[in-house]
């Protein structure tokens, strides 16, 4: 599509289903390669990214397979290769959350950077320094982040800066660290919290989640699990915001409430009426 041609005018007026977050999605499709048995990851956005991770995946040799409603199992346990190739890291810089999982569960991983060999100060160095302080041997080489461990040691880390992705990969990688890892400075928006409900529901041990402190107590090994992906809040406040300035009405469905508290205030002050629901959210300006 070379463009897009809008008249507008026209109040918005009826009901849309908010699709889930990408960026819950791609940290929790990381992290079914932590498994030792299949995943299957619901509510899924049909997205390129998505389908990169995808990609990804199969190319280290887990077996994934998507249905019809973009329902994804992942079987992590045809596993052949922890090799993560520039001509795919490129295209999407989240493709560096498979490190953390790697390295966890496989001792291994060589992960392109992703703007290629150059690293200046990136963000990625956060991700680096967190596995360093877990007994990882990291180096940069040739564009790639290759890193080799036995099994993880639980540390205390405190996050240079507060980093999503940073936060996620450590996050990942001490599931399965021997004792007790603290993220400090950790992210705090409800994609993290969303991550931790997951590795939760493969057996993880993941506490403070949704605070700037995050607690995990390795265990051995995590199982396969069933996990619906939380609704994306910011597709859910485009639409309302969408209602607002055309004056119309619109019902959010399969959205949540609590993940837009401040957006919803300010439209209340422009003087539109807002209903939430358990699993809806309308803006009407009337």
Not at 26 to 34: D, E, S, T, V
Not at 185 to 191: D, I, L, T, Y
Not at 244 to 264: K, Q, Y
């Amino acid at each position: 599509m070379d463009k897009l041609q809008i008249r507008g005018g026209v109040p918005l007026d009826g009901e849309v289903r908010i699709s889930g977050a990408k960026n819950a999605t791609l940290p929790i499709l990381a992290g079914a390669l932590l498994a030792d048995g299949p995943v299957t990851i619901g509510n899924v956005p049909h997205l390129q990214d998505v389908t990169t991770m995808i990609e990804l995946l199969g190319r280290m040799g887990a077996s994934v397979t998507v249905d019809e409603r973009m329902r994804i199992e992942v079987d992590p346990r045809t596993m052949r290769e922890t090799f993560a190739p520039y001509e795919l890291v490129k295209t999407m810089r989240a493709a560096i959350l498979v490190l953390g999982p790697l390295v966890a569960r496989h001792g291994s991983a060589d992960v392109s950077l992703p703007g290629g060999c150059a690293i200046g100060a990136r963000p990625v160095n956060i991700h680096v320094a967190g596995l360093q302080a877990m007994g990882a041997e990291v180096h940069i080489e040739n564009g790639y982040i290759k890193a080799r461990a036995g099994r993880l040691k639980g540390a205390r880390i405190v996050l240079e800066t507060v980093t999503v992705t940073g936060t996620e990969n450590l996050m990942m990688a001490a599931t399965l660290a021997e004792g007790r890892t603290i993220l400090e400075n950790a992210a705090r928006e409800p994609e993290i919290v969303d991550l931790a409900l997951f590795l939760n529901s493969m057996g993880a041990r993941v506490s403070g989640h949704g605070t700037d402190t995050i607690i995990v107590d390795g265990v051995e090994s995590l199982q396969g699990t069933s996990y619906d992906v939380l609704p994306d809040r910011i597709e859910a406040g485009t639409y309302l915001l969408a209602a607002a300035i055309t004056g119309g009405r619109v019902r959010a469905r399969n959205a949540r409430p609590e993940h837009l508290d401040a957006v919803l205030a300010k439209l209340e002050e422009a003087g539109a009426k807002v209903v939430r629901g358990d699993n809806f959210i309308e803006v009407d300006m009337g």
